[in-house]
């Protein structure tokens, strides 16, 4: 059982920047590939950003390409995500997750455990 816990959140006005973290617990995250996903009301969530077990591989949306950057500290069994130029469509409560599997994957339903999630709110 893996447990996670964002943190970072909150209110930044557009183009501005904030740095989210996910503490895991219960097992060690560098056996996991590990996931960001973000959950607008009204909308689906949506793929963000992913990073393979030993931080050597980084997948991102191409809505975010560029101004996101996911990394992860394993002896702090931390994940990141540093979001820059920040825009209001990037309001929406972000979530971690972790994938036991060895290849990085876009899907929600891939990833085994989840953080509860931290709300962004991009001010225009």
């Known amino acids: 059982q893996v447990h996670l816990v964002e943190s970072g959140g909150g209110l930044v006005q557009a183009g501005g920047s904030l740095r989210l973290s996910c503490v895991g617990s219960?097992?060690?995250?560098?056996?996991?590939?590990m996931g960001w996903f973000r959950q607008a009301p009204g909308k689906e969530r949506e793929f963000v950003a992913a990073i393979s077990r030993n931080g050597s591989s980084t997948v991102y949306a191409d809505s975010i390409k560029v101004r996101f950057t996911v990394s992860r500290d394993n002896v702090k069994n931390t994940v990141y995500l540093q979001m820059n130029s920040l825009h209001s469509e990037d309001t929406a409560v972000y979530y971690c997750?972790?994938?036991?599997?060895?290849?990085?994957?876009?899907?929600?339903?891939?990833?085994?455990?989840w953080g509860l999630g931290t709300q962004v709110t991009v001010s225009s």
């Open positions: 997750a972790a994938d036991f599997g060895v290849a990085i994957s876009r899907i929600p339903r891939q990833y085994e455990y």
């Open positions: 219960g097992r060690i995250l560098s056996y996991y590939t």
